[in-house]
């Protein structure tokens, strides 16, 4: 794949790395000619979904390559689904890997079991989750990528098990949060952008998020990613992920408990309490930005030093938004590949 007049590259930083570690740090150009992804036409669906049960949920998942290649498990964010990495999925299965994308607990056919449990969407919920199914499908190592809160989810499964972890992939890089920091006010330009952060602080917002479940992520993707020209088939595909009936409440929750509007849950205090110092990402680890990335993100020299492992930021070009996995797929899918390719198989 040919990536130049794409991608911002940043050499690994080798600091005091030595020996072993040191043989991490492969320059992406080396990886690209010995493991770039194939080209590959536009894929449309996935093979049928699986599903599994965990102690709280049904979690439902796509699987895509063979079943002995070295797994790379993809989060999708809000309010998108698994379709994001419908390309991406194809591209690194036929070089060689075993993709698993899971629906986040409130999208598509991902259930809660009891009808009691609450409906949480705190940050910590959905890496404990994810540590779940790796659980329940005996994969002990794996390379995780996401965007949006699938690389807020890639980034603390990262700090909280990188014994487990052994590569990231991080649209916007780290954003790992906290109530308290979230209670600090920001500039008035930054707090505009997080429009719907506010209205959803409001009964008069979760009603409408509830009336117009669609047409919001539809305007959402449209101010995401303002020159990504996606039809009507691409959105509808993915919207129906958001009738799953746990979506409403889990969206709602998500964003008030980051304001400290809305309580988590006991269970997840020490995580959280871990979390909320900021821990650095160790692992090998690439964050990418797109060049018209319309929604709220973080500056990169913002959060370079919270990376302390073999690292690299690459911006990608062509009017790509926040949805970078189905904009760019294969800047992506290599992304993963030169991440993967530092840690072996």
Request: aromatic share 10%; proline share 6%; hydrophobic share 40%.
């Amino acid at each position: 794949m040919d990536t130049k007049g794409q991608i911002e590259r940043r050499t690994f930083i080798a600091g005091a790395i030595s020996g072993a570690a040191a043989s991490l740090l492969l320059s992406s150009e080396a990886m690209a000619q010995s493991s770039q992804p194939p080209s590959h036409a536009p894929a449309t669906g996935f093979a049928p979904l699986k599903h599994v049960r965990t102690d709280l949920l049904e979690i439902s998942y796509a699987e895509d390559g063979p079943s002995d290649g070295q797994v790379v498990l993809l989060l999708h964010g809000w309010p998108y689904d698994i379709f994001s990495y419908a390309e991406v999925s194809r591209l690194l299965a036929q070089a060689g890997y075993r993709v698993i994308m899971p629906y986040l607990r409130g999208y598509g056919l991902t259930r809660f079991l009891s009808d009691t449990s609450k409906r949480n969407g705190q940050q910590a919920t959905f890496a404990v989750d994810m540590f779940d199914l790796m659980d329940k499908l005996g994969i002990r190592q794996f390379v995780v990528g996401g965007y949006d809160w699938g690389a807020r989810t890639a980034c603390i499964m990262a700090v909280l098990h990188p014994d487990r972890v052994k590569g990231l992939v991080s649209v916007s890089g780290y954003l790992i949060g906290s109530q308290a920091a979230n209670a600090k006010p920001l500039p008035p330009a930054a707090e505009e952008r997080w429009w719907y952060q506010f209205y959803f602080a409001t009964e008069r917002g979760r009603e409408g998020y509830a009336a117009n479940r669609h047409a919001f992520a539809r305007l959402i993707w449209q101010t995401a990613s303002p020159r990504w020209a996606f039809d009507d088939a691409t959105f509808e595909r993915s919207a129906v992920a958001l009738d799953n009936p746990d979506h409403v409440a889990l969206t709602i929750h998500n964003y008030r408990w980051r304001l400290g509007l809305a309580e988590g849950e006991a269970r997840y205090d020490a995580i959280e309490q871990r979390l909320a110092t900021f821990p650095p990402v160790t692992v090998p680890t690439i964050t990418m930005e797109g060049d018209a990335n319309g929604a709220p993100h973080p500056r990169p020299e913002d959060y370079r030093s919270r990376f302390t492992g073999p690292y690299q930021h690459r911006l990608i070009e062509g009017g790509i938004g926040h949805n970078l996995p189905q904009e760019a797929p294969q800047a992506f899918a290599q992304a993963i590949i030169d991440t993967a390719g530092t840690v072996g198989k």
